[in-house]
């Protein structure tokens, strides 16, 4: 069994219902770990910063980085753990803007759960705020990015159904309680 079996990541492109999903889990009892990327665009927003992804993507990615690892050593809990992006979302965005990526962003890809959860694009529940200005069809792209990416780094991932918050945290809970990989 894999030492990192209670740390499981939700991906997807922006506007899929990650928080909101990580939310309900949370309610339910499970640590939960937000999403770095939005909270490093808030930070950046208030100081007039430009470590966002549109402007300087790699300054972004390594305090991404940086930050996500220091989640990994906050997942304290013998129980199931739940992160909003993992690693190898990192790495998915970078080649999605055409940089190279530093080889520290593989070596702790592998300290999650082999399962991943991916919240697919979904137009009636996306919207455009501060923090995730790219349209439908950037987020579109972005899945396919992030799916490519982590099925390249030897993840399976999980496609999420286009169901209500409480149903898709039962999916979750269901399937995690059938896999006798996990």
């Known amino acids: 069994m894999n030492k990192y079996h209670n740390r499981y990541i939700i991906t997807g492109g922006p506007g899929s219902g990650k928080s909101t999903l990580l939310n309900k889990l949370s309610e339910q009892g499970y640590q939960c770990f937000e999403e770095i990327s939005r ?9 007039g910063g430009d470590k966002v992804p549109w402007q300087n993507l790699s300054e972004f990615a390594e305090i991404c980085y940086e930050r996500m690892s220091y989640q990994l050593t906050e997942c304290k809990s013998e129980g199931k753990c739940f992160f909003d992006r993992g690693l190898p979302d990192i790495i998915a965005y970078v080649r999605r803007g055409g940089l190279t990526v530093p080889l520290k962003y593989f070596k702790k890809s592998d300290q999650y759960n082999k399962t991943v959860f991916l919240a697919p694009p979904w137009k009636e529940i996306f919207i455009n705020d501060a923090e995730r200005p790219e349209s439908f069809e950037d987020a579109k792209e972005i899945s396919v990015f992030l799916k490519n990416t982590y099925e390249e780094l030897g993840f399976t991932v999980i496609e999420l ?14 399937y995690l309680a059938t896999d006798n990989d996990s």
């Open 39 to 47: 909270i490093v665009i808030q930070e950046q927003h208030q100081i």
């Open 161 to 174: 159904p286009k169901y209500s918050v409480a149903e898709r945290a039962q999916f979750i809970t269901n």
